[in-house]
């Protein structure tokens, strides 16, 4: 059974009919380029009678076309054709747009109308991504002359050529290419010009035409210098003491033919001979005709493409030297092989332990694509993690895979994107970007760890990349493997639905695994110890074996040095002016950061409230766990891997290669450090606090919590040493903990899922998440609740025997309420078909989150938003919590602050009783122990 991910419906009722080359399809559904436009819908137009879109030359999905959008002229991309003829009228497609090809490829074109309907995106920005940057920008009006007549004589106007200066003949002198408009020689205005241009097509003596400018980032080409005839023979003669005829060369000519000498068939980058013997020489010999001069295109390659003899690592195979598939594995990769031959889509979850040989199975399944003549296209979730699975697929397959992730460089991306779109390239690795690249056919589609957040898009448009790969591999006729060590609760939940094959790797290809201990943080704390390692972690750090080339890593999900800065003599607390959330410290480079805006601020020497000197940090981030282990053990090599490290250019790539060939012994990360880093060496794994993720106010925070603590202890033991995971946490029996502790989650995925099955969760329901951001906070809110009381109407309305498609929760502040000075409020749509509820895209200044990755920013709010719907408040955490939640009387700045600074400080340390003063409360408030709320 197919999974039905993408439910969209055309209010016109009429599906679009897929492009058959001469087929009469007069009605075009095009992907609009203009502000404004409505998200999920695209706007249809008629080709008129008798254009060139009918006949011999069809328009195609994928072509670009001007049309116009109320009263502007605008390009549009088609992204299907129909032959009926929609209720409304429809407009003409004013022009063709020319371009070498469609645009877009038509499956990417079929695509982007899927994801623009699903997510209620606007489809031309759908289009963009999809696109190089730049691409879609500009267009500009061509002239050029017509195609010869049957003698071979193109036509000319009598008397034109010398008209206006002679106008026309530029435009024979550039043959088919053209000559833009704009650049024509004139003498009269730009209407009198085109006057007579459209004089001249009429009597066909010339062509007009738009085309898209090409965009900045153009092809890099190269001069390279290569020995002709004559000058090998004139090595030789040199080689031999001999002379040459004519002039004598100068002292750099001569080295210019000796570099060029020791190997006389290899072509050399004239820049590099011109940098180190003259421009003058290299010019000089090719006039002698010693060397000859060729241009080719030189591709820009991102430096984490290159290879790892290139950046200095070794090479490691994802299968070690004389080992075999196990029958698991090769059961896996038989079924996608059938697949992929029979070009069948399925969708498969393959869950596979941390080293049960995962990437080897996505190795044999990529070359079973390769020989069947098709592409492949596989997903990860960061960076980091793309370089060490193109090593292994250049070492096992010998192929050089495409790269796409956001952080290329323009020219970087454009040239992959050539790659991939000419077919040089037939696999192609990279983020969620990379599910939108212009595959050509493509026989396989892998998602590695499937689970992770990061495939959720966070601005428009919000997709999620692995239900779009698994809409691309039903439009195309792929099988889809989703790999994951801790599968995501809702891929789980669609394998009870039969929408996904589930597949296991019970054995481990490597290793014996990690043998895992919890330490109590309340116990570290009554013991004096206030720094972030516990004793147990430190003893195991001092006890590695170095000479052997034992490794450790240590997992802290934050950033930074000090999670907040407060005054303790007032409690002022240093916070971001526009999200109005806790400044972090960062003590590499002594500022304060905002984690959710990335504003700074200088650190401030004395309390700007009351001016005391008597500063403190509290809490602390990867910053602080990496000075604290060169302090306390100096002896050991530190390295550091979070979003700090990553945003500087293939500094994430340095870091992962250091710690692999062994010139780290302890790396430092963020959750980027547990997923893809296959290091035999490592025998011990420090979670320094997983308490951090789990008190989040979000109904996925125990799953979260879960994976990021399976797949950091998953690091250790994968290889012939015996591993070592320390958990610190302050709840050591929370279910999630005591999953991964005991290496047995099989209640707690049964609680979850049962959960998400009770409420309605995905996938056993659908999410919708609302938006309103305006810059006066009433003005928000009123908007948000008059929105609110009218999709509460259309629910009622819509309510079949009493039960309505979905219910709606809110409105109530985002978790972070006010970011770039707009206040934000929420609603949630949930239910079984809240598209019905909200019909379509609200405009702004709504945006919509369809299939929302975490309702992080709603839950919290609930329990003191004086406007909130549902007055029972459940955490399903913590049985104790389950209380009646009520309402606030006086709502104010003030009390807004104290709650939300309580959330993060009980959420940094639970269980630890703190005064209002330090967790930054700068008004009097009244807390009070509800009934059965426990300690």
Same mark, same amino acid.
């Given at each position: 059974?197919?999974?039905?991910?993408?439910?969209?419906?055309?209010?016109?009722g009429v599906?679009?009919?897929?492009?058959?080359?001469?087929?009469?399809?007069?009605?075009?559904?095009?992907?609009?380029?203009?502000?404004?436009?409505?998200?999920?819908?695209?706007?249809?137009?008629?080709?008129?009678?008798?254009?060139?879109?009918?006949g011999?030359?069809p328009?195609?999905?994928?072509?670009?076309?001007?049309?116009?959008?109320?009263?502007?002229?605008?390009?549009?991309?088609?992204?299907?054709?129909?032959?009926?003829?929609?209720?409304?009228?429809?407009?003409?497609?004013?022009?063709?747009?020319?371009?070498d $090809?469609?645009?877009?490829?038509?499956l990417?074109?079929?695509?982007?109308?899927?994801?623009?309907?699903?997510?209620?995106a606007?489809?031309?920005?759908v289009?963009?991504?999809?696109?190089?940057?730049?691409?879609?920008?500009?267009?500009?009006?061509?002239?050029?002359?017509?195609?010869?007549?049957?003698?071979?004589?193109?036509?000319?106007?009598?008397g034109e050529?010398?008209?206006?200066?002679?106008?026309?003949?530029?435009?024979?002198?550039? $043959?088919?290419?053209?000559?833009?408009?704009?650049?024509?020689?004139r003498?009269?205005?730009r209407?009198?010009?085109?006057?007579?241009?459209?004089?001249? /097509?009429?009597?066909?003596?010339?062509?007009?035409?738009?085309?898209?400018r090409p965009p900045?980032?153009?092809?890099?080409?190269?001069?390279?210098?290569?020995?002709?005839?004559?000058?090998?023979?004139?090595?030789?003669?040199?080689?031999? $003491?001999g002379?040459?005829?004519?002039?004598?060369?100068?002292?750099?000519?001569?080295?210019?033919?000796?570099?060029?000498?020791?190997?006389?068939?290899?072509?050399v980058?004239?820049?590099?001979l011109?940098?180190?013997?003259?421009?003058?020489?290299?010019?000089?010999?090719?006039?002698?005709?010693?060397?000859?001069?060729?241009?080719?295109?030189?591709?820009?390659?991102?430096?984490?493409?290159?290879g790892?003899?290139?950046r200095?690592?070794?090479?490691?195979?994802?299968?070690?030297? =004389?080992?075999?598939?196990?029958?698991?594995?090769?059961?896996?990769?038989?079924?996608?092989?059938?697949?992929?031959?029979?070009?069948? &889509?399925?969708?498969?979850?393959?869950?596979?332990?941390?080293?049960?040989?995962?990437?080897?199975?996505?190795?044999?399944?990529?070359?079973?694509?390769?020989?069947?003549?098709?592409?492949?296209?596989?997903?990860?979730?960061?960076?980091?993690?793309?370089?060490?699975?193109?090593?292994?697929?250049?070492?096992?397959?010998g192929?050089?895979?495409a790269?796409?992730?956001?952080a290329l460089?323009?020219?970087?991306r454009?040239?992959?994107?050539?790659?991939?779109?000419?077919?040089?390239a037939?696999?192609?690795?990279g983020?969620?970007?990379?599910?939108l690249?212009?595959?050509?056919?493509?026989?396989?589609?892998?998602? !590695?760890?499937?689970?992770?957040?990061?495939?959720?898009?966070?601005r428009?448009?919000?997709?999620?990349?692995?239900?779009?790969a698994?809409?691309?591999?039903?439009?195309?006729?792929?099988?889809?493997?989703l790999?994951?060590?801790?599968? !995501?609760?809702?891929?789980?939940g669609?394998?009870q639905?039969g929408?996904?094959?589930?597949?296991?790797?019970?054995?481990?290809?490597?290793g014996?695994?990690?043998?895992?201990?919890?330490?109590?943080?309340?116990?570290?704390?009554?013991?004096?110890?206030?720094?972030?390692?516990?004793?147990?972690l430190?003893?195991?750090?001092?006890?590695?074996?170095?000479g052997?080339? /034992?490794?450790?890593?240590?997992?802290?999900?934050?950033?930074?040095s000090?999670s907040?800065?407060?005054?303790?003599?007032? $409690?002022?607390?240093?916070?971001?002016?526009?999200?109005?959330?806790?400044?972090?410290?960062?003590?590499a480079?002594?500022?304060?950061?905002? &984690?959710?805006?990335g504003?700074?601020?200088?650190?401030?020497?004395?309390?700007?409230?009351?001016?005391?000197?008597?500063?403190?940090?509290?809490?602390?981030?990867?910053?602080?766990v990496e000075?604290?282990?060169?302090i306390?053990?100096?002896?050991?090599?530190?390295?550091?891997?979070?979003?700090?490290?990553?945003?500087?250019?293939?500094?994430?790539v340095r870091?992962?290669?250091?710690?692999?060939?062994?010139?780290?012994?302890?790396?430092?990360?963020?959750?980027?450090?547990?997923? =893809?880093?296959?290091?035999?060496?490592?025998?011990?794994?420090?979670?320094?606090?997983?308490?951090?993720?789990l008190?989040?106010?979000?109904?996925?925070?125990?799953?979260?919590t879960?994976?990021?603590l399976?797949?950091?202890?998953g690091?250790?033991?994968?290889?012939?040493?015996? =591993?070592?995971?320390i958990?610190?946490?302050?709840?050591?029996?929370?279910?999630?903990?005591r999953?991964?502790?005991?290496?047995?989650?099989?209640?707690?995925?049964g609680?979850?899922l049962?959960?998400?099955?009770?409420?309605?969760?995905?996938?056993?329901?659908?999410?919708i998440?609302?938006t309103?951001?305006?810059?006066?906070?009433?003005?928000?809110q009123?908007?948000?609740s008059?929105?609110?009381?009218?999709?509460?109407?259309?629910a009622?309305?819509?309510?079949?025997?009493?039960?309505?498609?979905?219910?709606?929760?809110?409105?109530?502040p985002a978790?972070?309420?006010?970011?770039?000075?707009?206040?934000?409020?929420?609603?949630?749509?949930?239910?079984?078909?809240?598209?019905?509820?909200? /019909?379509?895209?609200?405009?702004?200044?709504?945006?919509?989150?369809?299939?929302?990755?975490?309702?992080?920013?709603?839950i919290?709010a609930?329990?003191?938003?004086?406007?909130?719907?549902?007055r029972?408040?459940?955490?399903?955490?913590?049985?104790?919590?389950?209380?009646?939640?009520?309402?606030?009387?006086r709502?104010d700045k003030?009390?807004?602050?104290?709650?939300?600074?309580?959330?993060?400080?009980?959420?940094?340390?639970?269980?630890?009783?703190?005064?209002?003063?330090?967790?930054g409360?700068?008004?009097?408030?009244?807390?009070?122990r509800?009934?059965?709320?426990?300690?």
């Amino acid at each position: 059974m197919e999974p039905i991910l993408f439910a969209a419906s055309r209010s016109d009722g009429v599906d679009p009919v897929p492009v058959v080359p001469g087929t009469d399809a007069r009605f075009l559904e095009v992907a609009v380029d203009a502000v404004g436009a409505p998200g999920g819908r695209t706007f249809t137009y008629h080709v008129p009678e008798g254009d060139a879109g009918k006949g011999s030359d069809p328009v195609r999905p994928g072509e670009g076309v001007l049309v116009e959008y109320g009263r502007r002229r605008v390009v549009g991309v088609v992204l299907a054709l129909r032959t009926e003829p929609p209720a409304r009228e429809t407009k003409p497609v004013l022009a063709r747009i020319r371009a070498d $090809g469609p645009i877009l490829p038509e499956l990417q074109a079929r695509l982007a109308q899927r994801v623009a309907e699903h997510y209620l995106a606007p489809a031309a920005m759908v289009v963009r991504q999809m696109l190089p940057p730049g691409l879609l920008e500009r267009i500009e009006l061509v002239v050029r002359p017509p195609p010869p007549g049957p003698d071979g004589v193109a036509r000319r106007v009598k008397g034109e050529d010398r008209g206006e200066g002679g106008w026309l003949d530029p435009v024979h002198a550039a $043959g088919g290419s053209g000559v833009p408009v704009d650049e024509l020689p004139r003498t009269t205005s730009r209407a009198a010009l085109m006057r007579r241009l459209r004089s001249a /097509e009429a009597s066909g003596a010339v062509v007009l035409e738009w085309r898209l400018r090409p965009p900045g980032a153009q092809p890099r080409s190269e001069r390279l210098a290569r020995l002709t005839d004559a000058g090998r023979a004139a090595v030789s003669a040199l080689a031999q $003491g001999g002379k040459l005829p004519g002039r004598p060369l100068g002292r750099r000519q001569l080295g210019l033919l000796d570099v060029l000498g020791r190997d006389p068939t290899e072509a050399v980058p004239a820049a590099e001979l011109a940098a180190g013997h003259g421009a003058g020489a290299v010019s000089g010999l090719a006039r002698r005709g010693l060397i000859s001069l060729e241009t080719r295109v030189r591709p820009r390659r991102p430096p984490e493409s290159l290879g790892p003899a290139a950046r200095g690592v070794d090479t490691r195979s994802s299968l070690p030297s =004389g080992a075999r598939l196990s029958p698991d594995q090769r059961a896996v990769v038989a079924r996608v092989t059938r697949l992929i031959e029979g070009r069948e &889509h399925t969708g498969l979850l393959l869950e596979g332990a941390t080293a049960s040989g995962k990437t080897a199975v996505y190795e044999a399944i990529v070359a079973a694509a390769l020989a069947a003549g098709r592409s492949a296209l596989l997903l990860v979730p960061e960076i980091a993690l793309a370089v060490p699975l193109l090593d292994r697929l250049r070492h096992g397959l010998g192929v050089e895979p495409a790269l796409l992730h956001s952080a290329l460089s323009e020219g970087e991306r454009a040239d992959e994107w050539r790659r991939a779109r000419s077919g040089e390239a037939r696999v192609i690795v990279g983020t969620r970007i990379a599910v939108l690249a212009p595959v050509g056919d493509p026989g396989v589609i892998i998602v !590695d760890e499937e689970q992770d957040p990061a495939y959720k898009s966070d601005r428009t448009p919000r997709y999620q990349a692995r239900d779009v790969a698994l809409e691309l591999g039903r439009l195309c006729g792929a099988p889809v493997l989703l790999g994951s060590a801790t599968p !995501d609760m809702v891929s789980l939940g669609r394998v009870q639905l039969g929408q996904l094959e589930h597949h296991r790797l019970t054995d481990r290809a490597a290793g014996a695994g990690a043998r895992v201990e919890v330490i109590d943080l309340r116990q570290e704390l009554a013991g004096g110890n206030r720094g972030l390692l516990a004793g147990a972690l430190v003893d195991a750090l001092r006890a590695l074996d170095r000479g052997a080339g /034992e490794r450790a890593i240590l997992v802290l999900n934050r950033r930074g040095s000090a999670s907040v800065v407060l005054c303790r003599d007032c $409690g002022y607390v240093q916070v971001c002016p526009e999200c109005q959330r806790p400044l972090v410290f960062h003590a590499a480079v002594m500022a304060l950061r905002c &984690h959710h805006c990335g504003a700074a601020a200088p650190v401030a020497r004395r309390c700007p409230a009351c001016a005391s000197p008597r500063i403190r940090y509290l809490g602390g981030g990867t910053e602080r766990v990496e000075r604290e282990v060169r302090i306390r053990l100096p002896d050991l090599r530190v390295g550091r891997l979070d979003r700090d490290v990553t945003e500087r250019r293939a500094a994430a790539v340095r870091v992962v290669d250091d710690f692999t060939d062994g010139r780290l012994d302890v790396l430092v990360g963020t959750s980027l450090v547990t997923k =893809g880093l296959d290091v035999p060496e490592v025998t011990l794994v420090g979670v320094v606090s997983a308490d951090i993720a789990l008190n989040l106010p979000d109904e996925r925070a125990a799953e979260r919590t879960y994976q990021l603590l399976a797949q950091a202890v998953g690091r250790a033991g994968r290889g012939e040493r015996a =591993g070592r995971a320390i958990i610190q946490s302050y709840q050591p029996d929370h279910p999630a903990i005591r999953a991964v502790a005991r290496s047995d989650a099989s209640d707690f995925i049964g609680s979850e899922l049962a959960a998400r099955r009770a409420f309605g969760a995905p996938p056993f329901g659908r999410v919708i998440k609302l938006t309103v951001a305006l810059e006066d906070r009433a003005a928000a809110q009123a908007q948000a609740s008059e929105f609110a009381a009218r999709l509460r109407d259309r629910a009622d309305g819509a309510a079949v025997d009493g039960v309505p498609p979905a219910i709606v929760l809110g409105p109530v502040p985002a978790y972070i309420a006010r970011r770039a000075g707009r206040w934000r409020f929420h609603l949630i749509l949930r239910g079984t078909d809240p598209r019905a509820v909200l /019909e379509g895209d609200p405009g702004a200044p709504w945006s919509v989150d369809v299939d929302p990755e975490t309702v992080l920013s709603a839950i919290p709010a609930l329990a003191y938003s004086r406007v909130m719907s549902i007055r029972p408040i459940v955490t399903l955490g913590d049985p104790r919590l389950r209380l009646p939640g009520e309402r606030v009387k006086r709502f104010d700045k003030e009390l807004h602050r104290l709650l939300d600074d309580m959330i993060d400080t009980m959420r940094d340390a639970p269980g630890v009783g703190l005064a209002a003063q330090q967790v930054g409360a700068g008004a009097p408030g009244l807390c009070r122990r509800g009934r059965g709320a426990g300690p």
